[in-house]
């Protein structure tokens, strides 16, 4: 399936008065990995909590234009169906303290209440984890508290959580920058072994896995998407004197 | 110019040292004070145990005249009333404490309504007394000549309705604390995951501040075994073992307070601060309970 999955027009965001994001227009394709860079407090954020509308759960957020997964308004979409079809991994790794590992990863069908035959459950879970690399790690200790694991399991544990649902799209915040660089390259290889299932998006600070991981690369600089190109194009050629300046390490 | 002289030293060394004496000094004559306390009690119970003994416990019997001293009667009121208190109570609070920790947050609403809780706990207990006898026994007396129950309008069901009134601020304010503690990434986790409010807050608020909201109950249940006044004035002082919600009934506070200005033999006086030592015992116990609970269900 190629083509277009993801597309915004005119997009703008607010916080209340301030603007985080203007008029941001940008198409990403099916199965391809997007890297969102730019400087804190650009808006990238903002940007990937927007697509699954969780920007809107902050009390005083507003946003203007249109957001349209596999051609869909995301406003018209029933909210449950957008989130199923958008999985998110956060910055700090989130397992549920008071579920299992078992539980965390079928966490989506319990919040849910989608009763599920303990077969089919058990075929999620495994198959979950498998994906994320983490089975053979946690199959031993299914039924322990997921937040017994070290950090770089507890982050593979959330992405699992989030395949399981059978997004289509993954959108990641930062999800390395918790982790040690060990963690970081296994969440690296993972990351592009996903990327034949799914399409990512992933906010990241760090240039270098932006290089090795992502196709093409959004640069956003306060609020704005300056320059989208293919990543090493980006980075050999940047069209955009503050695309340049960043990735020289001018500013940051 | 030196900046210190040895004799401000000195000095300084002096009222650190005289400092942590009398934060220690403070702090150990809680432990005497409470030590004292129960000492106190024992002793003025001494009498009364010896006379009576177990039956203290168990006896059904309370009647001065004849010096039978059966604490039972009061045991089972003040757990019955507390216990029903609960049971209407903790819904009540949970919703509430949902609304202001998870609903409405902040914002000037959510001020208002916070503060009116607490306002409820500063209400002197004589005030809820005078309420009950003059809005809820009236209103009980014709639910029970409806149902066809003797209608005494003061009973078990009255004095639990204003307690479960009076707990209501000390569970919500500590429910409310920790639902606000829950961290926004899980919920978000949640949400991102397709998951409702309802259903976030069902299986990862709840979950996550069970201990907490336990031990809010826990604190509305101290509460409401120790409350006297508002008791005394609504629960109709009988010395009987309450067989129904409707029934009049005593509780352990109830009976020392209405009581003790009139104990005249020994062992009476003595028979009233055994039920004090009583209560005291069983609030501690329950309190043990509690805290034991708390720390198994809490999260590490």
């Known amino acids: 399936m190629e083509g277009t999955i993801l597309k915004t027009f005119n997009f703008s965001a607010n916080f209340g008065e301030s603007q985080v994001l203007k008029n941001i227009s940008i198409e990403i394709n099916r199965n391809e990995v997007v890297a969102v860079m730019g400087p804190s407090g650009c808006g990238k954020t903002t940007f990937i909590r927007c697509i699954n509308r969780m920007h809107e759960l902050t009390q005083g957020a507003t946003v203007n234009g249109d957001i349209r997964v596999d051609d869909n308004s995301i406003y018209t979409m029933n909210l449950i169906v957008l989130r199923r079809k958008i999985g998110m991994v956060f910055q700090h790794p989130n397992p549920f303290p008071t579920m299992s590992i078992y539980q965390n990863v079928v966490a989506g069908y319990l919040l849910n209440g989608i009763k599920l035959k303990k077969t089919e459950r058990d075929e999620v879970v495994e198959r979950s984890l498998k994906r994320v690399a983490l089975w053979d790690e946690v199959k031993d200790d299914l039924h322990k508290k997921g937040t017994f694991l070290s950090g770089g399991q507890q982050q593979r544990l959330c992405i699992a959580r989030s395949i399981s649902m059978n997004p289509e799209i993954l959108l990641l915040d930062e999800p390395t920058s918790a982790l040690d660089p060990i963690s970081t390259a296994k969440i690296e290889e993972l990351i592009f072994e996903l990327k034949k299932n799914y399409t990512i998006i992933i906010v990241t600070h760090n240039m270098q896995q932006a290089g090795r991981i992502s196709d093409r690369t959004a640069f956003f600089y306060l609020g704005e998407l300056l320059e989208f190109n293919d990543t090493t194009e980006l980075f050999i050629n940047p069209k955009h004197e503050k695309t340049q300046n960043y990735i020289t390490g001018r500013f940051g | 110019m030196p900046i210190t002289t040895d004799q401000q030293i000195k000095g300084i060394n002096f009222s650190e040292f005289a400092f942590r004496k009398i934060l220690f000094i403070s702090a150990i004559s809680i432990v005497i004070l409470l030590f004292c306390f129960f000492l106190t009690l024992v002793a003025s119970s001494l009498p009364s145990i010896n006379t009576i003994g177990i039956k203290f416990i168990y006896g059904v019997t309370w009647d001065p005249v004849s010096d039978k001293f059966g604490g039972f009667p009061f045991l089972a009121g003040t757990l019955f009333t507390s216990l029903l208190a609960l049971i209407i109570a903790i819904p009540f609070s949970l919703s509430v404490a949902l609304f202001l920790g998870e609903y409405f947050r902040t914002g000037l609403i959510s001020a208002i309504f916070k503060n009116i809780v607490e306002l409820l706990a500063a209400i002197p207990s004589v005030i809820y007394g005078f309420w009950g006898l003059f809005v809820l026994v009236p209103l009980i007396r014709s639910l029970e000549t409806k149902i066809g129950v003797a209608p005494y309008g003061v009973g078990i069901l009255t004095s639990s309705i204003i307690l479960s009134i009076m707990i209501v601020p000390y569970a919500v304010s500590l429910t409310v604390q920790v639902i606000t503690l829950v961290p926004a990434d899980l919920k978000e986790a949640a949400y991102s995951l397709g998951a409702t409010r309802l259903e976030v807050i069902r299986n990862i608020i709840l979950p996550y501040t069970r201990s907490g909201i336990f031990a809010g109950i826990l604190l509305a249940l101290g509460r409401a075994l120790g409350e006297t ?40 006086l003595s028979a009233l601060i055994e039920m004090g030592l009583f209560l005291f015992l069983v609030t501690t116990i329950i309190n043990i309970i509690g805290r034991s609970v708390i720390k198994r269900f809490s999260i590490s």
């Open chain 2, 229 to 268: 006044m508002a008791v005394t004035m609504l629960i109709g002082n009988s010395h009987i073992v309450p067989v129904s919600i409707f029934s009049p009934g005593n509780t352990m506070a109830s009976v020392i307070a209405n009581e003790f200005t009139e104990a005249t033999g020994k062992i009476y």
